[in-house]
């Protein structure tokens, strides 16, 4: 338990270290952002846009590492709880002890105070019967000649010494002797069941001090354990407060996105009314602006084993933005990557997230994504016809196996790919 506190200690801290580091990066890219009135260079945008890709899938990651952290954070404190509650448990099982010893002391109590009261009775019966037998053994002094009578009675130290002097026992009457014989032994086995109560007390008394001992040891575990749940929850709460600020950060990196890619729009809207201006005064047009007509799309890959479809959950933090496609050959890289219309390659790089990676831009505010290539074919700027090989199928960038996952952004939103296949 300590030990793993230790390493949720160390994962928080990391994560508050990246915190930083992501807040300067979005704070760089906000700032890019504010820039954009500068008209900066098409290739550069784009290149934000990589980045604004990477840094959310980077935030994602983090997301990712935080809800497994609380994850384990509420089964450390699941564990914990269902500790306390079975120390809950014994600590009232040994209540229930300590009150049924403290029943018991005092019933032996109470039976040591009897034998005590029937050892004085009958110690005062043994007396009272002696002091008789003096009269009665004086009176047969008196009347007889032995003075060995009065000896006796005057030498003996008490009652048990005269019955031990074995000489002078058959001189006493038969009813008398039976009767100090008699008390004796009743005096002798309440003595003993008297030792015996008294032992009993001992035990259980020593009984008494080892179950307070085992309350108060089990009462400082649980209020050790209930000082660790409350570090649990204050761990728990950091996590949360960590989760909200990922989330809001992701949605800044979605917005900077966005931005970029409308950025990317206007500079074509830009490019189209030149275009427009170019033929009304009868000059050539600088750049063409891809129009899409509506058609339907070529399947990009030979294989048709979808691995993935759009929206699936499985696995996922959020809804998976496009179709993974494996290889033809599970797990051999190269098959070839098409072109699934017309259209202009926007942007053909690496990614850390997508790995080498492919925007075609068919005008229109319709793009199609190609992530994950061994290689790329085409590069930015390059324009392609539907059909055309334009990279090779790979596992590069944050991919499991191989495969192509093919995505369609329709005005700054991925949408699902299948609508557009014939
Ligand atoms: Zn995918």
Same mark, same amino acid.
């Given at each position: ?180 014989? @008699?008390? =004796? %032994?009743?005096?002798?086995?309440? &003595? $003993?069941? #008297?030792?015996?109560? !008294? ?5 259980? *008394? ?46 800044? @990196?979605? =917005? %900077?996105?966005?931005?970029?890619? &409308? $950025?990317? #729009?206007?500079?074509? !809207? ?5 275009? *427009? ?49 494996? %290889? ?95």
């Amino acid at each position: 338990m300590y030990i793993m506190e230790g390493t949720m200690k160390k994962r928080l801290h990391k994560g508050r270290m990246q915190s930083v580091v992501k807040k300067v990066t979005a704070v760089i890219l906000v700032s890019v952002l504010s820039l954009t009135s500068y008209r900066p260079a098409l290739a550069d945008t784009k290149q934000d846009l990589s980045n604004a890709n990477d840094a959310k899938a980077a935030i994602e990651k983090k997301l990712q590492d935080v809800q497994n952290q609380l994850s384990q954070l509420n089964k450390d404190k699941k564990n914990i709880e269902s500790y306390i509650k079975e120390l809950d448990s014994n600590l009232a099982s040994i209540d229930g002890d300590i009150n049924s010893l403290g029943i018991q002391i005092e019933d032996k109590k109470n039976e040591i105070t009897q034998a005590q009261e029937m050892l004085e009775t009958v110690q005062q019966q043994s007396q009272e019967q002696y002091e008789s037998m003096k009269l009665r053994i004086k009176y047969m002094y008196e009347n007889g000649t032995d003075s060995s009578y009065l000896n006796m009675l005057i030498t003996a130290q008490d009652m048990s010494d005269l019955l031990n002097k074995a000489e002078y026992i058959n001189k006493i009457t038969e009813y008398d002797r039976q009767m100090l014989d @008699q008390y =004796a %032994a009743t005096e002798q086995q309440i &003595a $003993e069941t #008297k030792e015996l109560l !008294e032992a009993d007390l001992t035990s259980l *008394e020593q009984m008494q001090v080892e179950v307070e001992g085992q309350k108060q040891a089990l009462a400082l575990i649980q209020s050790t354990k209930v000082n660790e749940l409350q570090k649990l929850d204050n761990k728990s709460a950091d996590a949360k407060a960590y989760q909200a600020q990922l989330e809001k950060d992701k949605k800044e @990196q979605e =917005a %900077a996105i966005l931005a970029m890619e &409308a $950025e990317i #729009k206007r500079q074509e !809207e830009e490019a189209r009314r030149k275009a *427009e201006e170019a033929k009304k005064n009868g000059t050539t047009p600088a750049v063409t602006v891809p129009t899409y007509d509506g058609g339907k799309f070529k399947w990009p890959t030979p294989s048709t084993r979808i691995t993935s479809p759009y929206g699936d959950m499985e696995d996922r933090s959020s809804p998976h933005h496009g179709v993974d496609i494996g %290889a033809k050959t599970r797990g051999v890289s190269g098959d070839p990557i098409y072109a699934a219309y017309d259209g202009t390659v926007t942007l053909a790089t690496y990614s850390s997230s997508a790995g080498n990676w492919i925007w075609i831009n068919h005008g229109n505010g319709l793009m199609t994504v190609y992530m994950h290539c061994s290689k790329l074919l085409v590069s930015e700027g390059t324009k392609v016809k539907k059909g055309d090989t334009i990279a090779l199928m790979g596992t590069t960038g944050n991919s499991t196996g191989v495969h192509l996952h093919f995505g369609v952004r329709l005005n700054g939103k991925y949408v699902n790919p299948m609508s557009y296949f014939g």
